[in-house]
């Protein structure tokens, strides 16, 4: 099983939308985790971080659920905006803080 | 703050020819990481450092990429000699470690063709 999984899209939706990404992880040991946004041709930008069972921020809820080892990112009325790459982020086992990213899932909002 | 800083933005070079990247952390981050962006392979962790020590190189992929972070302020990836198979976007990021995993904060980062 790779350490960190997502589909990688797209996800093609409509203005208004709602719609929600998952993210597999191997490590059962891991105790946060990172939301990051990644637009066309730039840097990776924190979205959300989670350290218990879930956070909510405006529109963006993000949840884990340990016992099936995914968590998932949920985005609520859908801008054009939030158009980009979401990439699913994974401390990886041995104590240093050594992130793992998931390949990511696109997402396109259309009009 | 001026965030994480990487130079060159853009780097085009012939293959076979010496290439070195840089990147400047954020002030009194503790730990830095380099990663590799395809659209193949995603986003790589090549290295991280800890308080300028590297602690995993286990993800630079050949003898012919090597980093040092000689401060806390300076970290450099150097690839000899460079092949077109390393063209991909190269981030550095840095983060403050702490009892808790703090998030990365990346740089620009460096486009690089290897013709």
């Known amino acids: 099983r790779k350490e960190v999984e997502q589909d990688p899209g797209p996800f093609n939706v409509p203005e208004g939308a709602t719609v929600a990404f998952n993210c597999t992880y191997s490590n059962s040991a891991s105790q946060s985790f990172f939301w990051y946004r990644q637009d066309c041709r730039k840097e990776p930008k924190l979205l959300m971080s989670v350290y218990s069972s879930g956070n909510e921020d405006g529109r963006f809820t993000a949840q884990l659920n340990r016992a099936s080892q995914y968590i998932s990112l949920l985005i609520r009325d859908s801008k054009l905006s939030d158009s980009a790459t979401y990439l699913c982020?994974?401390?990886?086992?041995?104590?240093?803080?050594?992130?793992?990213f998931g390949t990511g899932t696109r997402l396109l909002v259309s009009p | 703050d001026a965030g994480v800083i990487q130079s060159p933005r853009h780097e085009v070079t012939e293959m076979g020819q010496e290439v070195t990247l840089r990147c400047k952390p954020i002030?009194?981050?503790?730990?830095l990481f380099w990663y590799r962006q395809t659209m193949m392979r995603g986003l790589e962790l090549l290295i991280y450092f800890n308080n300028n020590v590297p602690i995993d190189d286990s993800g630079m992929p050949e003898d012919r990429f090597s980093a040092k972070m000689p401060n806390a302020s300076f970290s450099t990836l150097k690839i000899q000699p460079s092949e077109p198979r390393d063209s991909a976007v190269y981030f550095c990021?840095?983060?403050?470690?702490?009892?808790?995993?703090?998030?990365?904060?990346f740089g620009q980062g460096t486009r690089l063709t290897v013709v």
């Open positions: 990021a840095s983060s403050q470690q702490g009892r808790r995993n703090t998030e990365a904060f």
């Open positions: 982020v994974v401390p990886k086992r041995g104590g240093f803080q050594k992130l793992v």
């Open positions: 002030s009194g981050h503790n730990s």
